[in-house]
């Protein structure tokens, strides 16, 4: 069995330690977890490994968070990934900081990587987990807050959330899509 998980982010040190990439620092968890390393490739930085006798490929898009779809629907392509086979990891602006959310469908909630996504695999029905960083911005500031950096108590508490993410995603592949929403949403 084959699983692709991707996380959303924009590539650039520039972007690396904002809200909008954590799903880039997830899947470097989870990398980091099943000893799998990164390496440069086609529509961005694709990472190999196994778990549990499972075969796992992690992608971090190099086509910024509005075009991530183009990058997973490559992978998809050319691994031969199933749909059921698949998580993407992003954040997202209406669950408070941290919570953790796992759904087998759903709409885009206005994310334009989740809508890319939606519109290049012409379905809504794929898994995807996604990460609260909360709304605590002033109207019109949406933009600026999401590509913003963590403040300094989110990010004391990053480490332990980005465990509990990298563990689900892990989950996810071993026990499924339902034991899993069990297991880990509202967590």
């Known amino acids: 069995m084959k699983y692709l998980i991707l996380g959303i982010g924009n590539k650039g040190e520039k972007y690396e330690n904002t809200r909008h990439n954590i799903g880039f620092k997830i899947v470097e968890k989870i990398a980091e977890k099943i ?24 992608l971090k898009p190099d ?14 392509q050319k691994e031969n990934i199933p749909l059921e086979n698949l998580l993407v990891i992003t954040d997202d602006l209406a669950l408070p900081f941290g919570t953790l959310r796992l759904k087998g469908k759903g709409s885009d909630a206005g994310h334009n990587g989740l809508k890319n996504i939606q519109d290049l695999l ?39 959330r980005i465990e509990v993410f990298a563990n689900a995603a892990l989950s996810f592949v071993f026990a499924g899509l339902i034991n899993t929403m069990n297991a880990f949403n509202n967590k």
């Open 63 to 76: 086509t910024y968070v509005n075009l991530s779809g183009n990058a997973l629907k490559y992978w998809m």
């Open 122 to 160: 012409r379905t809504q029905a794929y898994a995807r987990l996604r990460f609260g960083i909360s709304s605590d911005f002033e109207r019109g500031r949406q933009v600026d807050y999401v590509i913003g950096e963590w403040g300094p108590e989110e990010s004391a508490l990053l480490p332990e």
């Open 35 to 58: 000893e799998a390393k990164f390496n440069s490739t086609s529509y961005g930085w694709l990472a190999e490994g196994k778990y549990k006798g499972r075969k796992v490929l992690l």
